[in-house]
């Protein structure tokens, strides 16, 4: 059974950091392109980054270029998004996502998603 599970996230003053980790299991972790996804309230869930199966390539929203990056460590089947300078707009429920393809402008690209967790940028 495919599982993400997710950690990190929290409360955070505009201009700080955080980084979201998501551990898989249950599937060949290293076939799969994993994302991430962000929903704020009243808001539809948008992507914000991903990262090839390799782990050679990524593509970023935007909205987060030169503030997020992404990696993998396929030994540990884990990836990270590490978000710095945050802003207050990406204040969102963060959630990650396995899929064939780095496809972040749908999300029915992905199949398994993460249970979620809470970035709040604020001072």
């Known amino acids: 059974q495919l599982q993400l599970v997710q950690s990190g996230g929290g409360l955070v003053q505009p201009g700080g950091s955080l980084r979201l980790s998501c551990a898989a299991s249950g599937f060949t972790f290293d076939y799969y392109a994993i994302a991430w996804f962000r929903q704020a309230p009243g808001k539809e869930r948008e992507g914000v980054s991903c990262?090839?199966?390799?782990?050679?390539?990524?593509n970023f929203a935007d909205s987060v270029k030169g503030r997020f990056t992404m990696s993998r460590d396929n030994a540990k089947n884990t990836v990270y998004l590490q978000m710095n300078n945050l802003k207050p707009e990406d204040t969102a429920v963060y959630y990650c996502?396995?899929?064939?393809?780095?496809?972040?402008?749908?999300?029915?690209?992905?199949?398994?998603w993460g249970q979620g967790t809470q970035v709040t940028v604020s001072s």
């Open positions: 990262i090839s199966s390799g782990g050679d390539s990524t």
């Open positions: 996502a396995a899929g064939p393809r780095c496809r972040i402008t749908s999300t029915t690209t992905f199949d398994s």
